[in-house]
């Protein structure tokens, strides 16, 4: 009796196995997300939980601000209950030297390769290998306020990339709108005194991405060239065209309210805009460049990485490979969050979904996106002091926007970032 009773127990859990979902293996692996986009990730963890129900997903979103805290404390100290974060990729040279992520795995490059277009890929690779799989790329666009023009007598933006506006054009209409007291300011930049927006404009205008030499580990934000972008950038918030004394998280909502003409912003905004008292008031038309000068536009966004310290490697990765590798994981990725996916078997179904958004208002948007990324899309610099750099810089411009001397802030940095990255020589 009781061995028959083993026997039949043991058919009966062959029978449940074979029954259960591919990859079942009676119990589920949590790992655990980090990012910095509540909401982001709803649609994509709900078609992971279709593929791969052994394996649960908890998220942990916390403020970008404090994001790169978390993961310099949480990695710093070997935290493995950290199994996946999202990666800035500028910061990444920093990271892979202090051990914090895994390597893409072999047999994954050749996928990453092929789906993900050759921006997505250089962004997430240091020193010829992958450390992290690209989610989006990224771009600005100048959104406009269709009734502020009109009431100033502007005629709009041209809207295709070869009726690209220059700077100029932007801040004369931004004064007229000014005189003609049509809204409270001329012109706005979302990420109003970060490097990331900035920096196309300095290098537009003439002057190098601030780091340069072998590794990208010389400074060099106190050039002439840099110097005359202070003091022109300077010049938009002392002359009242651009708002002084706000947090950048304040901008999205000034424009959205109507407080300003001009707006340098990516299209995540679109949403936020048509669901604002500004649905079907703005305009759109491709990132600005100096008279003259090289058509410059921002480029990389967020990747996923698998931390170096965890101990759910295999699950981490089947995780980050679904986001990032099928087209099923990119295109809900982007669903939320619309910014447009590096995953070229994705790019056309989010291309669709957004024009869908604004009928009318985003028939070049395809047009520019492509443009941007393929001829004139500037890395930010890959450097092991690019976290120093970047805190450093983003201090300086707000200084600069709130009227400290221009060329003291620069020298100052100067010499802080010389003193800070001599340690990486």
Known sequence: MRIGKVLTLGWALVLVLALAPAGWCGSTTTITLLHPHPGAYKVVLA?????????TVEEQSIPFNEMINQVQARLGSKDDSLDVLAVDPPRLANMVSNGFLDEVPKDSVPLLKQVDSPVGVQSVTYKNVQYAYPIWTSDNLLFYNVDVLKKAGIATPGATPATRWTWEQVLEAARKVKEAKAADYGFGIEQIDRYYALQPMIESFGGSPGLVGDGNLTPDVNSPAWIQFGEWYASLHASGLSPRGIDASQMPELFANGKVAFYL???????????SNMAGKWGVSPHPYFKAKPIITPTDSWALGVSAFSKKKQ???????????????????????????VNTEAYPAFIERVKGMAPGKLEQLDAI??????????HRPSSIGYVA?????????????????????????????????????
């Open 47 to 55: 078609e992971f939980a279709k593929v791969h129900p052994e394996i």
């Open 265 to 275: 912003a990516g299209p995540t905004r679109i949403a936020q805009l048509q669901t």
């Open 315 to 341: 699950a981490s990765h089947a995780f980050v490979k679904f986001v990032a590798l099928t087209k099923t994981g990119a295109t809900a990725m982007s669903t939320n969050f619309n910014l447009p996916p």
């Open 369 to 378: 996106l492509k443009e941007d990324n393929g001829k004139h899309a500037r």
């Open 389 to 425: 750099f970047e805190i450093t810089m983003n201090k300086a411009f707000s200084d600069i926007r709130n009227g400290l001397s221009v060329k003291e802030i620069l020298d100052r940095a100067q010499g802080d970032l010389t003193r800070a990255l001599a340690q990486y020589k």
